[in-house]
């Protein structure tokens, strides 16, 4: 039972290219959350959805940041004209239910040169 | 909960000591708490986890605490080891937010 897979583990991008990063949930899961991760800080929330829904986006930058998750394949994380300031680490997490435990992936960390 | 977005808390445990991570949830109707472990360039992992009617629960040289009165969570290690050297953080099941979590830092 493979756990949350983000892929690719590694995305370098120049400015203004766009960058696409997906999640594929743990079997089972179908709630999906991102978050984004700079060195030395914590976890921060971009978005929550379930399957074709978005529920929570409070956390998504209004320009260029999207979130997907269709009723089959991964969900999808998409930056467009990415700038340097978009380099971080990406997280994506997933439970079975809302409200329940979460699991995580092994992110994908974005560069930008 | 704490806010994220700051840099993190440094805990540092000489090897062999017992460590004490401590954690603030923000919900009070939160009825399931998750303690999460992240290695340098890694996912976070679970650790422990704890329901509502529970105070304590003990693993492999973790025990985690609840105090619901005043909404506070802690982990302890026992007998830390440099394998230990991690940020740890917990999770409400019922807040997607999660606090920045704690750096600890084994001495030799």
């Known amino acids: 039972n493979a756990g949350v897979m983000q892929n690719p583990r590694h995305l370098v991008r120049r400015r203004g290219q766009e960058a696409r990063l997906r999640c594929s949930p743990m079997k089972g899961h179908s709630h999906v959350y991102w978050y984004r991760q700079l060195p030395e800080e914590g976890l921060k929330f971009m978005v929550y959805?379930?399957?074709?829904?978005?529920?929570?986006e409070s956390g998504m930058p209004k320009e260029r940041f999207s979130a997907e998750f269709p009723k089959e394949g991964p969900s999808i994380l998409r930056i467009q004209q990415v700038v340097r300031g978009d380099s971080a680490a990406y997280f994506c997490a997933s439970s079975q239910r809302e409200n329940g435990g979460y699991t995580f992936g092994s992110g994908t960390r974005l560069t930008v040169v | 909960g704490e806010s994220v977005g700051l840099h993190l808390p440094t805990l540092s445990v000489q090897e062999g000591d017992n460590s004490i991570i401590n954690c603030a949830y923000s919900?009070?109707?939160?009825?399931?708490f998750i303690w999460y472990k992240q290695e340098s360039g890694k996912g976070p992992q679970f650790i422990i986890d704890?329901?509502?009617?529970?105070d304590k629960r003990q693993g492999q040289r973790v025990t985690v605490l609840l105090n619901k009165t005043v909404k506070h969570l802690s982990l302890q290690i026992a007998a830390t080891q440099p394998g230990d050297s991690a940020v740890y953080f917990c999770?409400?099941?019922?807040?997607?937010?999660f606090g920045k979590g704690t750096r600890l830092h084994i001495l030799p």
């Open positions: 704890i329901r509502s009617n529970m």
């Open positions: 959805l379930q399957k074709e829904n978005i529920i929570d």
């Open positions: 919900n009070s109707a939160s009825d399931y």
């Open positions: 999770a409400e099941n019922l807040s997607i937010i």
